[in-house]
């Protein structure tokens, strides 16, 4: 019997052994490399010659000229909050994204040196210039140079490094030390419209986003010694999928962001929460639908009588009506009868504010020190949440909330709550929440996502 010749020539053998499997792994990078080419080659093609959010926001600037030559620079503003100051933060915003537009753009300088207030939602479209410019270079095979400037103030600065364009750019070594992150909370979860395009089933993300922020709630309550119940956590999760469901069936683009972000280094911790989505706004949504539809129907009875009254003017459109008029109980674009209950999850969460903004105000409406408020832009309306104007049932079990002293849909609202931001337009939604939170003893996590008749009344 022959010998195997690997016993006969053992040089040999081995030496073709190692070509055999150098042969497997360079075939295998091969593959590897020609997959991922493909797949970007697919990704870059939905994502198209150019970011199609840039586009969004630039098309609602009123600035039009292009004031650099390739070195882009953009200083934020001081007061920059959707929720304190949506004019000039949006404004700012949709200008950045007409200065993106051009190709030759070599370098973006952003100056945050004089930021004295901000809130994620103003940070989170900023990230998202920032995300889609970079991957728009890197489609087009240009290097792409950023620097900037810290703020001033130390907590901001830290929430730069830890959740601002520091972390979208990935600049580790300007990240915040272990021992300063250990006292923050950070979520950030984004579903791009073109990774969808791509790949049908990330669907299946929303799942798992809304399991994952409600553990961000509940971390940032365990800071103080709280925690939800499992009855509230599965609530929370239900009403935030909800706005997510609204999100991609309304807006018509897959493309929102939930963000969460709590630092306790300060002496009054407050919890932030951002959720927004690009496509059509809210109004957009209502006042497109077909004239035989339920929804329409439904809501222009209510756009007539505000007409035949005279009630609309400057400060009081028909876009922030109907804005208004989707916040309330069942009223949704998915809706057909009277029997459907679409369009609860902003209702919920709106709940869920005012809960909040009870345990934070010690439960009285008349607190001078406003510690939640919560506050919606989507196409040019502004509506903000701060406890005085309460989610009220009526007769017929339908919750409202008007915004003015009755309670009362046929009349205006209080214009320093629901008003037209001017000269600027979202084109989707933004939701923007901050709530303090305390040391002391309370119920909120018990009664948050619950029925009044399930409360505790201790």
């Known amino acids: 019997m022959a010998l195997h010749w690997a016993k006969t020539d053992v040089p040999r053998y081995l030496n073709e052994k190692r070509a055999r499997k150098t042969a497997n792994q360079l075939r295998r990078s091969t593959k590897r490399k020609i997959a991922n080419a493909l797949n970007r080659q697919r990704l870059y093609q939905h994502f198209g010659q150019k970011s199609k959010i840039v586009e969004m926001l630039a098309h609602n600037s009123s600035q039009t000229k292009i004031s650099h030559k390739g070195a882009l620079v953009f200083k934020l503003p001081e007061h920059f909050s959707v929720i304190d100051n949506p004019e000039q933060s949006v404004g700012s915003l949709c200008a950045l994204a007409a200065q993106m537009l051009p190709r030759r753009i070599s370098s973006v300088s952003l100056d945050q040196s004089g930021l004295k207030v901000y809130d994620l939602s103003a940070n989170g479209i900023l990230d998202i210039l920032v995300d889609e410019l970079s991957i728009e270079a890197r489609r087009t095979g240009r290097k792409l140079r950023w620097r900037g400037a810290y703020p001033k103030d130390p907590t901001i600065r830290r929430f730069v490094q830890a959740m601002g364009v520091i972390k979208r750019l990935k600049i580790e070594h300007e990240y915040p030390e272990p021992r300063e992150a250990a006292k923050l909370e950070l979520f950030d979860a984004r579903s791009k419209h073109y990774i969808r395009a791509l790949r049908p089933k990330y669907a299946d993300k929303k799942a798992h986003v809304t399991r994952a922020f409600a553990d961000h709630v509940n971390r940032c ?238």
Request: charged share 25%; glycine share 8%; aromatic share 10%.
């Open 221 to 458: 309550l365990q800071r103080v010694n709280r925690e939800l119940t499992q009855d509230a956590r599965s609530r929370l999760c239900q009403y935030v999928g909800e706005i997510i469901d609204n999100a991609e069936e309304h807006a018509g683009m897959f493309d929102w962001t939930i963000q969460g972000y709590l630092d306790t280094h300060t002496s009054t911790p407050v919890c932030e929460i951002s959720i927004f989505n690009f496509g059509k706004s809210i109004s957009e949504t209502l006042s497109s639908l077909p004239e035989d539809s339920y929804t329409k129907t439904h809501t222009k009875k209510y756009i007539d009588l505000h007409s035949d009254r005279g009630l609309f003017r400057k400060n009081w459109r028909k876009d922030d009506l109907y804005t208004l008029i989707a916040l309330q109980g069942n009223v949704s674009s998915k809706n057909y009868s009277e029997y459907d209950t679409r369009g609860n999850g902003t209702v919920d969460l709106i709940e869920f504010f005012q809960k909040v903004h009870d345990e934070c105000s010690g439960g009285s409406r008349e607190s001078s020190k406003l510690e939640a408020r919560m506050a919606i832009v989507s196409g040019s309306t502004y509506i903000l949440f701060d406890g005085k104007y309460r989610m009220i049932p009526t007769a017929n079990g339908n919750r409202v909330i008007a915004f003015n002293a009755k309670n009362d849909l046929t009349a205006a609202p209080d214009a320093n709550y629901v008003r037209p931001i001017e000269g600027v337009m979202f084109p989707g939604t933004v939701i923007g929440i901050q709530f303090s939170l305390k040391t002391d003893d309370s119920q909120v996590v018990q009664s948050v996502g619950e029925s009044h008749d399930q409360r505790s009344d201790d």
